[in-house]
């Protein structure tokens, strides 16, 4: 595929340079407007051990419920072991799920959006094969910590209202707003060299 970049600058009239800048700054924007990049990961291990007793996992979800970081996609990556499909219906939530058999003894990659100086305040609830749910609360620089800590999720309530699990509207995708622009621009053109 050729693109002919002399023949847009001649129909835009404005002078080389500055129209392949405006051309270059307008598809920076579109691309990135509404990447979500990681700008730090951390690690995460589960054994799969509660109240003493060995436990094979087969779903995790996890809810930011306070902070200053965020998720970003896809949330959840790496996992050492099992097949694992990952979806963020939102910003606040990730949701994995083993597709195979439960499994214990693996860990995985958090991706989050912001320093890793922020803090954190995380719902992590933990799925087993035979239907128990056991939940942790992950920390981060969080109530007057600044490393992580693990306290138990006490009178645990999987259908709790702070648990979002809303997905969020879909935005419209870059492409879709060039798109528009360039059909504009063609109409345009048209109508100028039918006069």
Same mark, same amino acid.
């Given at each position: ?31 990135? /407007? ?19 007793? %060995?436990? #094979? ?15 970003? /996609? ?34 995985? #990659?958090?991706?989050? %959006? ?18 128990? &749910? ?11 910590? /600044? ?8 009178? #645990?309530? &999987? ?8 997905? /969020?509207? &879909? ?11 360039? #059909? ?12």
């Amino acid at each position: 595929m050729t693109f002919d970049m002399k023949g847009i600058l001649r129909i835009t009239r404005l002078p080389g340079r500055r129209a392949a800048t405006l051309i270059l700054a307008i598809i920076f924007v579109c691309l990135f /407007s509404t990447a979500s990049f990681a700008s730090w990961t951390q690690s995460i291990s589960e054994d799969g051990v509660y109240n003493g007793t %060995t436990y #094979l996992i087969n779903k995790i979800e996890v809810f930011k419920l306070d902070g200053t970081s965020g998720f970003a /996609s896809p949330g959840m990556s790496n996992f050492s072991a099992g097949t694992w499909t990952v979806q963020m219906p939102n910003t606040s939530y990730v949701v994995a799920t083993n597709v195979t058999t439960g499994i214990n003894n693996f860990n995985w #990659l958090f991706s989050f %959006t912001g320093s890793s100086t922020d803090s954190l305040h995380l719902a992590y609830l933990a799925y087993t094969t035979t239907g128990q &749910v056991f939940g942790s609360y992950l920390n981060y620089n969080y109530g007057g910590s /600044s490393t992580w800590n693990f306290p138990t999720i006490t009178n #645990l309530n &999987v259908n709790d209202p702070t648990y979002n699990r809303t997905p /969020s509207s &879909v935005p419209i995708p870059p492409a879709v707003f060039l798109f528009s622009i360039g #059909l504009l621009s063609l109409v345009g053109l048209r109508k100028k060299f039918k006069d």
